[in-house]
């Protein structure tokens, strides 16, 4: 029961992580196409960010100031870099992203050192929020998990409730219909994309201090949140939160399972014969954790090719 | 050409020969077959592995002999290919490519708990036995038994794209829907240009585990796979012949820069995103310019001497700014920092820098200026005169 509890607030949490980035992702996708594989890279700049100018002016306004100047960022990587080769095509798009989060991975090396920083939970934030089975449970997770819940509504309602909703929602669907109404389409897309890069870049820097700030975040996360957003389907947050939160709990459950294939098949009574064979059948699921999302990834594939909340192409 | 080289030259010569392979198979099914693969380090890492085991299983003798051994890169790459390009090509574009990366990942991850498979962190090592009266113990061999695999599976890549599933790809690449109501099946088609090239990445695997003599889980990283990508599209995809010289000149590059600079990752991205964003069929499309523009050989050359000298001064400009910083960012001067005190100066190039003199900073930007104004005004040149061409 305490795996249990434990597992599902954890999952819970982290898949709230991986949704506040991937949702800028999710979003930037669905409306111009472009996979911008520097995503997680505003993430990692994010949590650099806050890191150097938490030492300057303090925790809470850098967790401000920090995603503010990675907004800047990406807005000015879709003005000067995506917008100049949207006319070679989606694949030149990606790949000028793929270079760009090259080149940022390589400039925090450069800036940072090739190892981590020491980005830490401010000692005011470092208490326990509530005990659970004998133990704290950390105030800093619940307020991750708080502050992207806040943001899905807040997404959430300025999509659905307001004439900017609806606008950013015509211009996703059919870009050259709210042009010919008048919107100014090029400025909202460098919007949303602004608006998704700082979403990445305050999960980085809020996350950043709980986990472990290093050159290393952007790729590690980077390849999860393609996970995440082939799972839930094209531009959509909501799957983007099913998917996000399904592969938060999974690896979360994962990580505390010793069973093998093997011990499985001992039920129906193949269990030596599985030992024997060894290799895949012999490997504990704690050791996998890293590979279930992609497994689960090639299940939805297989099953449903639009993803959990896609549309059908 | 081994007889002049030295032993490292030559070491560079096969990594080059074997990155060119790479590269083009990577072309079949990015370049030719509009799908960019972003985890094709799979197909090549289950090459080499497959080779190492044949050398180690065989020990070159009998029926396989040593020469003979990347084909089982060959046969592991098209198994694995054929497994996950069933799985990828259900989709098409950008989420091709995220497959890809995913399935890759998915290696990556499983690789270091499979020890029997990839010997976990050691590693499988292997030795190359003598076969056909060759020792292969020297480095020249090697040199010549790469050579030969790679210029056979380049023609035969070559001749693909000649066949009629090789022009089948270029449909796929242009138009799949047309395709489809032509009657083709499209998937097979995609499945079939995904096999094709992860055995040829297999072979390249192949080559270097012969090269190398061992190899282990890190094969599989995503940098192997980027890299490709970067080679492959800074030597222009649109011609056959580009990813292999993109890929050659960027592993010399490589080669020659990485003992120099610690920022040469760096260069590379650098470099990447300029071609994409200035260049985007790639140093290939230098050659389609030359041939396709109607001014004189005369005209060219100067234009293209403009280019080159913009190019070169602001390259000098970002260079001379990166090794400033890196310095200046390195542990062991921010450790020499005593507060209060000045800045000490900088070792580069030959000569003392004082980071907190302005002429310091001053110079690369002037560089900078200077090379992107030249570069402007080339190419408003350029511009100007194909105007009054055309009016």
Known sequence: ?313 | MPGFLSATLLNAAIQMLIAALFASAFNVLAGQGGMLSFGHCAYYGIGAFATLHAMNAFSGQGLLPTPLLPVFGAIGGAVTGLAAGWFSTKRSGVYFSMITLALAELLHALAPHLKSVFGGEAGVPSMRMPAWGFTFGSAAEVYYLTLAWVVVSLALLYFFTRTPLGRLTLGLRENAHRLKFLGYNVHMARVMVFVISATFAGIAGGLLAMSNEAANYSLFEVRLSSEVVLNSYIGGVGVFFGPALGAAVMTFFGYAVSDLTRSWLLYQGIIFVAVMMFMPSGLSGIVAWWQGSKQSAATLLRYMLGWTAGTLVSAAGVVFTVELLQRLMADDYQFSLVAGRAWPAIQLFGRAWLPGAITTWLLPVALLAIGIALLKFTSARWQALNDTEAA
């Open chain 1, 1 to 313: 029961m305490e795996f249990f509890t434990v597992s599902l607030i954890n999952g819970t949490i982290y898949g709230l992580l991986l949704f506040m980035v991937s949702a800028g992702l999710t979003l930037i996708f669905g409306m111009m196409g472009v996979l911008n594989f520097a995503h997680t890279s505003f993430y990692m700049i994010g949590a650099y960010l806050a890191y150097s100018l938490q030492k300057v002016v303090g925790f809470w306004p850098a967790i401000i100031i920090a995603p503010i100047i990675v907004g800047f960022l990406g807005v000015v990587v879709e003005r000067f870099f995506l917008r100049r080769v949207h006319k070679y095509g989606h694949a030149h798009e990606l790949l000028v992203t793929f270079g760009l989060s090259f080149i940022i991975a390589e400039l925090i090396k450069l800036f940072f050192g090739n190892y981590p920083v020491n980005y830490q939970v401010p000692a005011s934030l470092n208490f326990a929020a509530f005990q659970l089975f004998g133990t704290n449970y950390p105030f800093y997770r619940v307020m991750m998990g708080g502050i992207s819940l806040l943001m899905f509504g807040l997404i959430f309602l300025l999509l659905s409730r307001t004439r900017v909703g609806i606008v950013v929602r015509s211009a996703i669907y059919r870009p050259k219909m709210a042009e010919a109404l008048g919107h100014n389409v090029p400025l909202v897309f460098m919007g949303v994309f602004g608006v998704g890069a700082g979403l990445a870049g305050l999960a980085g820097a809020v996350a950043g201090a709980f986990y472990t700030t290093n050159p290393n975040m952007a790729l590690e996360l980077g390849v999860l949140v393609f996970v995440v957003v082939v799972i839930g389907g094209l531009g959509s947050l909501e799957g983007a939160m099913v998917a996000s939160i399904l592969i938060g709990l999974i690896s979360s459950f994962a990580v505390g399972v010793d069973l093998t294939a093997a011990d499985l098949l001992a039920y129906v009574g193949a269990g030596n014969w599985a030992q024997q064979v060894g290799g895949l059948l012999t490997l504990k699921v704690s050791s996998l954790a890293a590979t279930i999302p992609f497994a689960l990834m090639l299940l939805v594939l297989l099953v449903r090719p639009s993803g959990l909340m896609g549309e059908k192409e």
